[in-house]
């Protein structure tokens, strides 16, 4: 794990994770079976033991906007790096067959656990080339109708598919508009409303209104335990409630959107929460990309086994309770 980049709230960490650091090198200078090793042996024990409750108590109570913060952690999981860890057999499928490629948006065959699938997901970049020619996973109108377009592959050869979501929003420049940016994402929310395969979607770390919504119409929709999934960024937010983003106003959007895994959970825009490892996905990518695999391979095995028509009730009937609230009616009894 990469230790130059540290989160504001993470700060207290960093005497300890120094310490560790110094341990570990000195037990590895020491070598296996040396008198003084197992002393360092022990003292990294210490300190180690002594990381994790910091970051139990660190994360177990994190804002609305810290946890945005998280969800942005350079070193957090993409969806690169779940094929890598959790998918056997990946084929990548480029391009729309309109006007070109782009990657923003990964979409290909793959074998997740024992089960073969069209997996589709945002791609934000890592280095500075990758991010920009990814417009820093803010996808095109034509990464989205080249997930729509494999999407349809996936229906007629019969295999489910899964999505995972991470972008702030679909990318809002001029190109992208002349080019149908919004008939683009309407048109993948329609069409995978009544797509004939089951659709499991996760949001693993950034899930902005339409931009996330374009590949987010699903069966069964998870999120990471330190993603966030709203209409709008807290810094949009803010910019349009109190004309500037700022610490303190973001603070207040982050909190008042409930963009959080626990506040999506419990409003029923998603189905499950899926658990990071403590400190999140970024501290232990391998454990996180194993519990997305596990639940995906448990989701699509539940859903395999309902008839198709039943599957298009149940997921059209999913979205038409969004939103839905109950109005009492004034000097009416309670």
């Not at 994770?17 to 037990?27: N, T």
């Not at 197992?38 to 994790?52: D, F, N, S, T």
Request: with cysteine; aromatic share 6%.
């Amino acid at each position: 794990m990469a230790t130059f980049y540290q989160l504001d709230f993470e700060k207290p960490l960093a005497p300890v994770e120094e310490q560790l650091s110094a341990a570990e090198e000195r037990l590895k200078a020491a070598g296996e079976g040396s008198p003084e090793a197992a002393a360092i042996q022990a003292e990294v024990g210490v300190l180690r033991k002594q990381r994790g409750e910091m970051l139990a108590r660190l994360y177990g109570d994190l804002s609305a906007w810290n946890t945005v913060r998280v969800a942005r952690h350079p070193h957090r999981p993409q969806t690169r790096d779940y094929i890598q860890l959790m998918c056997r057999d990946f084929c990548e499928l480029h391009g729309d067959r309109r006007f070109g490629d782009d990657p923003a948006i990964v979409t290909g065959f793959a074998r997740v656990g024992h089960v073969k699938c069209m997996l589709i997901g945002h791609q934000k970049g890592k280095e500075t080339a990758e991010k920009i020619a990814c417009h820093f996973g803010c996808a095109h109108p034509e990464g989205y109708r080249k997930a729509l377009k494999n999407m349809r592959l996936a229906e007629k050869m019969g295999l489910p598919i899964v999505t995972l979501v991470d972008t702030q929003g679909a990318y809002p420049g001029l190109g992208a508009e002349q080019r149908g940016q919004a008939q683009a994402i309407a048109e993948n929310m329609m069409e995978m409303s009544r797509l004939r395969t089951p659709i499991v979607s996760i949001i693993i770390g950034e899930g902005g209104s339409g931009g996330a919504l374009g590949i987010a119409v699903a069966d069964r929709v998870a999120m990471l335990q330190y993603a966030w999934y709203s209409v709008i960024s807290p810094e949009g937010c803010a910019a349009i409630l109190w004309k500037e983003a700022n610490e303190q106003t973001n603070n207040a959007a982050a909190k008042s959107l409930r963009l959080t895994a626990k506040d999506n959970l419990e409003l029923g825009i998603v189905d499950e929460v899926i658990p990071e490892p403590v400190g999140g996905a970024h501290r232990d990518q391998r454990a996180t990309a194993a519990n997305v695999q596990q639940w995906i391979v448990s989701r699509l095995a539940q859903l395999k086994k309902v008839p198709v028509e039943e599957l298009l009730e149940q997921r059209y009937q999913r979205y038409r309770k969004l939103g839905v609230y109950l109005e009492q009616a004034e000097g009416a009894p309670a």
